[in-house]
C-alpha cells in the first residue's frame, strides 16, 4: 500500500477540522499532495549581507546595520517613516508606509540592529520597505535555524487553524520524518546517473527543509527533470502506441499531377523550409504510418502551397483529399487561393460551406462517395458530419487550436486505413510548448518569407503623435492602398467598447470627410449579414479604410490593403498583436503596422510594442510571449491541462526540456516495450496509476 495516499487527517499534528481545511482552501488531501506543496520561496538565514553587496534581484536577506537616523515625512495618506542605518561599507534607507508612529517609537538610533527583509533600490540607493527588525546581541542565541527557511502559500482562513506558513512547515517536517524513507525511485539508476541527480528522497527532503543553496538547486534540478521526463514519456509513448495501431496508407509514386504542378503551375521558386518541409511530409507518407504532423508558419510563409502539392501527391496515389477551416471565410480564402495556384483545366477543386446549395451538396456528395472528386475544401462541421468519401488519403487541418485531439480522431472512422494528417497554424508555438502540447504530433516550421514579400515596417506612436499618422493615411489612401484601423474589445465594459469605437469613426469621419473618402465599419454587435456586407464591400475596394473591433475574421486577405493601424496597442498581448499585423502584407506593396498608444505604458506593455517594432519572427514573438505571460496563458494551452507543472516552467526550462526529450526518444529507440531490466522502474510508473507520485496529476 503507498503510503502517501494516506489521508492528511491521519498524519500527527493535523486532526479533523485542519485536515478539512487544507482540503478546501490549498486542494491538499493527502500526504502525497502536501508533500508536493512546494515552498514559493526561501529566506536566507545563513549569512549576512554588507551593503554594498546587496542587489535588486536577491530574495529576502539580512544585514547588521547600525542607526543613524529616523523621520517621518510626509501627510496623511503619503506618510511613511524613513530610516538610515549604515555598516562599514554603505547606507542602507529602511522605509514603513503603515503602523509609522508605533515602529518609530521603537527604533532606537547609535543601535545595532539585525536588519531582514526584501531589498529593492530607489533612485539609486539600496531600500527596504517594512523589515523585520532585531535588536544585535552578539553573546545571545540567534532565533529560528540558520539556514534557508521555507515559506508556504497559505491563506487567511488557514492561519485561524495556526496554519499559516509556519504552521505548514511544521506538519511537512513530521511527514518528512515519519516517511521520507517511503518515497520511492521513480527514475532508472542509469538516468540517474548520467545526469548526476540527487535520489527522489533527498530531492523531497531538500526542495522543504534546504540545508544550503547549493542542495536546494540539486533538489529543484531532480524534481523538475522528472516532472519533464514523466511528461515526455507518457507524450511519447502514446505517439509510439499510435505508430504501432494505426497503419498509414503509402504513397510510392510522384507523379503527373505533382510533377506538373512543380515544373508549369508553381508561380515562384520555393524557400528552403518549404522543400524542408515537402521532403519530411513526403518522407512520412512513405513509411506505412499514419502521418500526424503539425506545420507551424507565419502568415504568409506559404503553408497552403506545402499542404496542396502534398495533397497532390496523395491524388497521384489515387486518394481524395481535403482541407478543412473554422469558419467559411477561411474555407472560402483556400478555396481561391487553390484554384488560383491550379489554374482551370488541372484538377477539380470544390468549395462545401454553410451557403452551398443544397442540390449542388447532392451532386458534391455523390461525386465523392464515387471518389471522382479529388480535392474538397470545406468547413470542419460539413465535412465532419455529412461526407463520405470513397478513400481519403490525406487531411489538412486549418488553425489547430480550435481543432481538438477528439476532433482528428473523428476523421479516422471514415476509413479502414486512417487519412495522412497535416495540420496548420499561424500562430507560432515556441518549440518547447508544441513539444508539451503537440507531443503526439511531429513538429514541422516554415520560418522563412517567400522572395518578393517586403516585411512589413512596424511604428510605434503616442496619441500626441496622431496627425502625423492621419496625414501618413491620407498618402497611402492617394497611392490606392487600404487601411485598417482596429480598436480592442476590452471585456469589462461593452458600453466603455463602443464609445471607443464611435469616437474613433467621429474623428475618422471628421478626418476623412465623403465623398473623397469612404469608411467601412464592422463590430460585434452588428448582424453577420451586416458584417458581412461591409466586408464584401472592403474586399471590392469600395470602402478605402476598414474600422473594427478585434473581430476582424482570422485570415481574410486583401492584397491591397498595406496599412493596419492598431489603437490602444497597449491592452493587446503580443500573439494578438502579431496575429493582427498579419492581416496586412499580402501584396508586393510595402506595408506598415502602426502602433497606437497612450503615453502611460507598464513595463511588460512597453517590452511588448518594442517586440513588435524590432521583429518580424513570429517565433521570436512567441518566445517573448511565452517570458511575460508564462505557459499556462499562452492561446489555447489552458484547457489542455498539460501544463500542470508544479516545478518546471517551460519558459525558463526549455534547455531542460530539450535534453529530457532526447532522452526519452533514445530509450523508446532502444526498449519500445520498456521491457529491460533497467527500464522495469518506468514501466511500473506505466501499471499502477500511483507510483509512489502519481500520474493522474499529469495526464
Known sequence: MDPFQTPLVYLKGVGQSRAEVLKKELALANFEDLLRHFPFRYIDRTRFYKIKDIQADLPYVQVLARIVNKQVVGEKHTKRLVVMAKDDTGLLELVWFKGVNWIEKTIVPGQVYVVFGKPGFFNGQAQMAHPEMEVYSPGAQRQGNASLQPVYNSTEKLKQFQLDSKGIQKITST???????????????????????????????????????????????????????LLQLKLLRNKLLHTQKFKGNVFGTVGHYFNDF?????????????????????????????????????????????????????????????IMAPTEILATQHYQTVKNLVGDDFIEVALLTGSTKQKDRKILHERLESGDLKILIGTHALIEDKVQFKNLGFVVIDEQHRFGVEQRAKLWRKNIIPPHVLVMTATPIPRTLAMTLYGDLDVSVIDELPAGRKPIQTLHFYENQRLRVFGFMKREIALGRQIYVVYPL???????????????????????????????????????????????????????????????EVGVNVPNASVMIIENAERFGLSQLHQLRGRVGRGAEQSYCILMSSHKLSHDGKIRLDTMVKTNNGFEISEIDLQLRGPGNLEGTQQSGVLDLKVANLATDQELLIKVRKTVEQIFEKDPQLALPENQVLHHAFETKNAGLSWDKIS
Do not use: W
Open 175 to 229: 511527514l518528512l520524518e515519519l516517511h521520507a524513507r517511503d518515497i520511492r525511485e521513480n527514475l532508472p539508476l542509469y538516468i540517474i546517473q548520467k545526469f548526476k541527480l540527487i535520489s527522489r528522497a533527498e530531492a523531497y527532503r531538500n526542495i522543504h527543509f534546504p540545508a544550503d543553496a547549493r542542495l536546494l538547486n540539486e533538489a529543484i534540478l531532480r524534481l523538475k527533470f522528472e516532472e519533464l521526463f
Open 262 to 322: 512543380y515544373h508549369h503551375k508553381l508561380p515562384f521558386e520555393l524557400t528552403t523550409p518549404q522543400k524542408r518541409v515537402l521532403k519530411e511530409i513526403r518522407q512520412d507518407t512513405q513509411r506505412g504510418i499514419q502521418m500526424n504532423r503539425l506545420l507551424q508558419g507565419d502568415v504568409g510563409s506559404g503553408k497552403t502551397v506545402v499542404a496542396l502539392m502534398s495533397m497532390l501527391i496523395a491524388v497521384d496515389n489515387g486518394f481524395q483529399t481535403c
Open 490 to 552: 476590452i471585456q469589462e465594459s461593452e458600453k466603455l467598447d463602443l464609445k471607443n469605437l464611435e469616437d474613433g469613426i467621429e474623428v475618422m469621419s471628421r478626418e476623412f470627410p465623403l465623398p473623397d473618402y469612404r469608411v467601412s465599419i464592422v463590430h460585434g454587435k452588428m448582424k453577420p449579414v451586416d458584417k458581412e456586407f461591409e466586408m464584401q464591400r472592403f474586399i471590392k475596394g469600395q470602402t478605402q479604410i476598414m474600422v473594427a473591433t478585434t473581430v476582424i
